[in-house]
DNA sequence: TGTACATCAGTGAACGCGCGTTCACTGATGTAC
DNA sequence: TGTACATCAGTGAACGCGCGTTCACTGATGTAC
C-alpha cells in the first residue's frame, strides 16, 4: 500500500485502535453470532493485522472481557433511562422490559456477556457493589418503592427473583413456540410485559415481604 | 492391532456405536464442557476412529442433536418422578425443583441443549404435544391443580412464566455472587426454593386466574 | 453344513481450513537538547 | 528550529494445532443356495 494511499484511507497509526477493535466485535457479532467472534476475524473486521490486537488486550479472552464489560454498561444505561421515564412501581416493569429488549435487541452481545460470567463463574464484580449496576438498580427501586432493606434476605432473594425471571424470558422470547401466544397477545411487548406480571418480578406495592 | 489383542478388548463391530459415541459425548461434556465437545474427540473418547461416526450420523450437528435429544429425555424422565412424589400444589414446586436440579448436576448438557435449540429457533419440537414433555407437564400439572384450562391464555402464560422462571435461576444458581445468600437460607436447596417461591411459578391453589 | 458373495461398519491417511499466538521487522511519534 | 533517538503501534510471515469431512480400503457379518 502506497503511503498516498494510506494516508488517503488511514493513517499508520490508528489512534484508538482498542475502540475499534471493540466495535469491530460488536458489529461482527450481530452480524455472524458469537461462534464467528475470532481475535483474527475481530481484527480482519477492523483492517487490521491478526497481531495488532496484542498491543491492547493480553489474549482473546481480555478482548472478549472488553466487550462483555461494554454489554453491561449499555444495559445499565438502558435500564438507568427506562427508570427515569416511569415512576412508582411502573419503574419495576420499566426495568424488567428493559433488560428483556436489550437482550433482545443485542442476543449475540447477552449471550458474550453471560459466557463470560459463566466461564469465571461470576457476574460482573462491581454488580453487586455499583450503584449504576443493573442489579443494583432493580434491587434499589425496590426499596424505593417499599420493600424493607433492614429484612435483607427478603430483599435480596426478590432482587434475585426478578433476575432470573428476567433472564429466562430474554432466553425464551425468541422460541418460535412463542409466536401464536404473542401474537394472541397483540405483539411481542405486550407477552413480553404479561409474562413478566406472571412473575414475582413486580411486587405491587409491598405484597409480601 | 493383533487380532487376539482387538477381540480382548472390543470386537471390530461395536455393537452399538451410536449409543456409545452419545455416552462418550455426555462423558466429555460433563468433564471438559460444551467447547471440547468436538466430533474428533467423541470418536476419540469412544476409542473409534474420527470417519466411523459418519456410519451413524450425518454430520457433526446430528450427534449433537442426538445428545441434545437425550438430555431432554432425561430431563423429563427426572420431573415425571418429581411429580409421582408429591401431591396438590406440592407438584408444581417438586416440577421446578427437579428441573433447576438436572441444570444443576448437568450443567453443560443443559447447556448443549438449550444451545441446539436456539440454533433452530425452536425447542424440540415436540414439546408442546407431547404429553411426556417437561413443559407439558407443567401445564397438566397446573390445570390438575386448579388452573382453568379454557382460559388458555392465561394457562399458558402461567407455563411460560414457570418455564423462563426456572430456567433463569438455573442459569443464576452457579454464581458466587449469591453464595452468601444460599449459606443464609440453609444450603442450595432452600436456596432454590426460596426464589422460586419469590416466582410466580407456584400459584398456591388458583390465586390469579 | 459349506461356500460365494453382498452388505455393513470399521480403519487410517489425507484434504484444506481457520485458529491463537509469536517473531523480527518497520514506520510513526514525541521528546531532549 | 532542527536533529538524534527512544518508544510506541503497527506489519506480515510463520508456527503448530485441532478441527470436520472425504476417501479408498478392509475386516466382519449375514444370507442364498
Redesign the interface.
Given at each position: 500500500m502506497s503511503e498516498a494511499k494510506r494516508v488517503e484511507s488511514r493513517p499508520y497509526h490508528h489512534g484508538d485502535l482498542r475502540r475499534a477493535l471493540v466495535d469491530a466485535a460488536r458489529r461482527l457479532l450481530e452480524a455472524e453470532g458469537p461462534s464467528a467472534l475470532s481475535l483474527r476475524a475481530v481484527a480482519r473486521e477492523a483492517g487490521v493485522s491478526p497481531a495488532a490486537p496484542y498491543h491492547h488486550f493480553k489474549d482473546k479472552a481480555e478482548l472478549l472481557d472488553a466487550v462483555a464489560h461494554e454489554g453491561w454498561e449499555i444495559l445499565g444505561a438502558q435500564m438507568s433511562e427506562a427508570k427515569s421515564g416511569a415512576t412508582g412501581p411502573d419503574q419495576l416493569t420499566a426495568l424488567g422490559i428493559a433488560y428483556v429488549c436489550f437482550a433482545r435487541d443485542n442476543p449475540a452481545l447477552y449471550r458474550v456477556m453471560?459466557d463470560a460470567?459463566?466461564d469465571k463463574?461470576?457476574?460482573p464484580g462491581d454488580?453487586?457493589d455499583n450503584k449504576e449496576s443493573a442489579y443494583c438498580m432493580v434491587r434499589d427501586t425496590m426499596i424505593e418503592n417499599g420493600a424493607d432493606p433492614s429484612q435483607d434476605?427478603h430483599l435480596?432473594?426478590?432482587s434475585?427473583?426478578a433476575?432470573?425471571?428476567?433472564?429466562?424470558?430474554a432466553?425464551?422470547a425468541?422460541?418460535?413456540?412463542?409466536d401464536h401466544?404473542k401474537e394472541?397477545?397483540g405483539g411481542e411487548r405486550p407477552f413480553l410485559e404479561?409474562?413478566l406480571n406472571?412473575?414475582?418480578?413486580f411486587p405491587k406495592a409491598h405484597d409480601?415481604c
Amino acid at each position: 500500500m502506497s503511503e498516498a494511499k494510506r494516508v488517503e484511507s488511514r493513517p499508520y497509526h490508528h489512534g484508538d485502535l482498542r475502540r475499534a477493535l471493540v466495535d469491530a466485535a460488536r458489529r461482527l457479532l450481530e452480524a455472524e453470532g458469537p461462534s464467528a467472534l475470532s481475535l483474527r476475524a475481530v481484527a480482519r473486521e477492523a483492517g487490521v493485522s491478526p497481531a495488532a490486537p496484542y498491543h491492547h488486550f493480553k489474549d482473546k479472552a481480555e478482548l472478549l472481557d472488553a466487550v462483555a464489560h461494554e454489554g453491561w454498561e449499555i444495559l445499565g444505561a438502558q435500564m438507568s433511562e427506562a427508570k427515569s421515564g416511569a415512576t412508582g412501581p411502573d419503574q419495576l416493569t420499566a426495568l424488567g422490559i428493559a433488560y428483556v429488549c436489550f437482550a433482545r435487541d443485542n442476543p449475540a452481545l447477552y449471550r458474550v456477556m453471560y459466557d463470560a460470567a459463566r466461564d469465571k463463574e461470576d457476574l460482573p464484580g462491581d454488580m453487586q457493589d455499583n450503584k449504576e449496576s443493573a442489579y443494583c438498580m432493580v434491587r434499589d427501586t425496590m426499596i424505593e418503592n417499599g420493600a424493607d432493606p433492614s429484612q435483607d434476605g427478603h430483599l435480596e432473594l426478590a432482587s434475585v427473583a426478578a433476575w432470573c425471571g428476567a433472564h429466562g424470558l430474554a432466553e425464551m422470547a425468541g422460541f418460535r413456540q412463542f409466536d401464536h401466544l404473542k401474537e394472541e397477545l397483540g405483539g411481542e411487548r405486550p407477552f413480553l410485559e404479561a409474562v413478566l406480571n406472571h412473575m414475582g418480578l413486580f411486587p405491587k406495592a409491598h405484597d409480601g415481604c
